[in-house]
């Protein structure tokens, strides 16, 4: 069976160079996207099989990755997703899993295994690129703590994310729908989680953790 497959990522060597990896093997790219608006309309109106995408893309609020994925997971629960990321940070790859994906997938990872990825993902199998999973392994987890959230729940890591971004609790709250006062009792949380004591503290984790990359 011919797999059709979404693509989406803000560069268009990436997607040219997808595209010619994904059409090697027994797929065919049904529709390219840029932003996450680009995705959104093409998913609305596209079937395909599995969908490929970057972590983050430039677009607004959905521009976090762990925001667009979870957005992605809601609407769409049943499609595969494979994500393409320069990202290394445990946390964050646990987190990206922990939204349900199927994949991850080194931008520099060896050529056959994006194609593996999709397979795997279509199989509803759960595919980490070599590079990540010894990365992973490195750091002092096993095959099975791969593949589970991180200490910090998705949620926690995303505001995280963006208060050490830059971003106000007000920006925050706005950005992801939720109150101020929840945005603060997850900072909170996710203090306490990581046994910091100040919000300097805990920025200063998502910085020396690439959690702002």
């Given at each position: 069976?011919?797999?059709?497959?979404?693509?989406?990522?803000?560069?268009p060597?990436?997607?040219l160079?997808a595209?010619?990896?994904?059409?090697?093997?027994?797929?065919?790219?049904?529709?390219?996207?840029?932003?996450?608006?680009?995705?959104?309309?093409?998913?609305?109106?596209?079937e395909?099989?599995?969908l490929?995408?970057?972590?983050?893309?430039p677009?607004?609020?959905?521009a976090d990755?762990?925001?667009?994925?979870?957005?992605?997971?809601?609407?769409?629960?049943?499609?595969?997703?494979?994500?393409?990321?320069?990202?290394?940070?445990?946390?964050?790859?646990?987190?990206?899993?922990g939204?349900?994906?199927?994949?991850?997938?080194?931008?520099?990872?060896?050529?056959g295994?994006?194609?593996?990825?999709?397979?795997?993902?279509?199989?509803?199998v759960?595919?980490?690129?070599?590079?990540?999973?010894r990365?992973l392994?490195?750091?002092?987890?096993?095959?099975?703590?791969?593949?589970?959230?991180?200490?910090?729940?998705?949620?926690?890591?995303?505001?995280?994310?963006?208060?050490?971004?830059?971003?106000?609790?007000t920006?925050?709250?706005?950005?992801?729908?939720?109150?101020?006062?929840?945005v603060?009792w997850?900072?909170i949380?996710?203090?306490?989680k990581?046994?910091l004591?100040?919000d300097?503290e805990?920025?200063?984790?998502?910085?020396?953790h690439?959690?702002?990359?």
């Open positions: 069976m011919t797999l059709k497959i979404v693509l989406a990522d803000d560069h060597i990436v997607l160079g595209r010619m990896l994904v059409e090697q093997g027994e797929a065919v790219v049904v529709g390219e996207a840029r932003t996450p608006e680009e995705l959104t309309l093409i998913l609305s109106s596209t395909c099989d599995v490929v995408t970057d972590f983050a893309m677009g607004g609020a959905e990755g762990m925001a667009m994925l979870g957005r992605l997971r809601r609407k769409y629960p049943a499609l595969p997703i494979v994500v393409l990321t320069n990202m290394s940070n445990a946390g964050v790859l646990r987190s990206i899993l939204e349900g994906v199927r994949g991850i997938v080194e931008k520099g990872a060896e050529m295994e994006l194609p593996v990825a999709i397979r795997a993902a279509a199989k509803g759960t595919y980490l690129s070599e590079k990540l999973k990365h392994e490195e750091q002092g987890f096993t095959s099975k703590e791969s593949v589970s959230a991180a200490r910090l729940t998705a949620r926690e890591m995303e505001v995280v994310r963006l208060l050490a971004s830059g971003m106000s609790p920006e925050v709250s706005q950005a992801l729908h939720r109150t101020v006062k929840t603060s997850t900072k949380s996710a203090k306490r990581l046994g004591k100040s300097a805990l920025y200063e984790y998502a910085r020396n690439q959690l702002t990359s």
